[in-house]
């Protein structure tokens, strides 16, 4: 399975934007890369998703390297809800019992800290 | 809109009691899946479902097994509890299995093994 790095934690300024930064060198043609994030004492979020353009959705930008080799998730104007850990995840296809199921494989993640 | 919603929130078991949390999503979706999370840690999957009366293994299976009856609930059993059982547990639904949808999880379940 194709891997990510992910710095181990961050810090931003309130209404700062955040570049949050992810390596996945061994990604593959078809890995989709996607963001979750975990509030404290909270279920991952769904955050956002692409596979080679640039993204924008409401919550926030995903910008993915030309050799997809790295992404970024841009966070436009960080408020202190947005403090959470941040994953970056290449969902793969995996395989069991003959059907195909989309594995999500969490690693550490980035904890962002939000200061006021 | 409740999502997933996962019963119950907390848990405290004694090493060899039995219990089944139960996850439930209104969402109409095929997939749903089982994970847990230990301090410190990502989150790894135990089981999951890919529609309604199917089961697989997913990484760390041992000690649990599952059961989707019905196509809105996804149910894990613990038959003996263990110590290392400890952790959260999050169920999660999505549309499809495929690469492009995304994951929606509960809130989680605290269980303690004592």
């Known amino acids: 399975d194709a891997k990510t790095t992910q710095p181990n934690s961050m810090e931003s300024n309130e209404e700062e934007p955040v570049h949050l930064p992810c390596n996945h060198s061994?990604?593959?043609?078809?890995?989709?890369i996607h963001w979750y994030r975990q509030l404290p004492s909270q279920g991952p979020e769904y955050v956002i998703h692409?596979?080679?353009?640039?993204v924008n959705n409401r919550m926030a930008s995903l910008a993915i390297a030309e050799d997809r080799k790295s992404s970024t998730l841009i966070l436009h104007r960080a408020t202190l809800r947005d403090a959470a850990v941040y994953y970056c995840?290449?969902?793969?296809?995996?395989w069991g019992g003959g059907t195909s199921y989309g594995k999500l494989t969490f690693g550490q993640g980035t904890i962002l800290t939000v200061h006021p | 809109n409740a999502g997933v919603t996962q019963t119950p929130k907390f848990r405290v078991l004694k090493t060899g009691q039995s219990m089944t949390l139960l996850c439930a999503q209104d969402?109409?979706?095929?997939?749903m899946y089982w994970y847990r999370q230990d301090p410190g840690m990502g989150l790894r999957l135990i089981h999951y479902s890919v529609g309604e009366g199917t089961t697989a293994k997913g990484e760390v299976p041992d000690g649990y097994n599952v059961s989707r009856l019905k196509k809105q609930n996804f149910l894990l059993g613990l038959e003996s509890a263990a110590p290392s059982q400890t952790s959260v547990y999050f169920c999660?639904?999505?549309?499809?299995?495929?690469?492009?949808?995304?994951?929606?999880f509960g809130q989680g379940t605290r269980l303690t093994v004592v």
């Open positions: 999660a639904s999505s549309r499809g299995g495929l690469m492009n949808t995304e994951a929606f």
């Open positions: 061994t990604i593959s043609g078809t890995d989709y």
């Open positions: 969402m109409n979706h095929e997939y």
């Open positions: 692409g596979l080679t353009s640039n």
């Open positions: 995840i290449l969902r793969d296809e995996g």
